[in-house]
């Protein structure tokens, strides 16, 4: 997936990525017009930001492609604690492992 470092570089600048990207800002020094060129013309990411911008892309289209296998709910279920018999119950395999 991201590194922390790649994750804190999405959130200090994914919007200016985004509006490069999608030419919604106009580039005003190399960099930017180089990491333009990357989404307009298909050239190769060299820069960590291009290769960064171009691998969350690609992590985006991947789960869009593919909704019902990166549909996580994280949520409770339910309230409360379980007893060892409830745990046996679920697991019965795990009942004489010792």
């Known amino acids: 997936m991201f590194t922390q470092e790649e994750i804190e570089l999405l959130k ?14 106009v ?8 990491f333009v060129r990357v ?16 691998k969350y892309l ?3 289209k991947l789960e869009q492609e593919n909704l019902e ?5 994280y ?3 339910e ?6 018999a409830d745990y046996y119950k679920l697991l019965p395999d795990r009942r004489n492992r010792y």
């Open 12 to 25: 200090q600048f994914g919007h200016w990525f985004e509006g490069l990207a999608n030419v919604d800002l």
């Open 27 to 34: 580039p005003f020094i190399e960099v930017q017009k180089a």
């Open 39 to 54: 989404f307009t013309e298909n050239t190769r990411p060299q820069t960590k930001h291009e290769i960064l911008w171009f």
């Open 58 to 60: 690609g992590r985006l």
């Open 69 to 73: 296998k990166f549909k996580l709910d």
């Open 75 to 77: 949520s409770f279920k």
């Open 79 to 84: 309230q409360g604690f379980h007893t060892r």
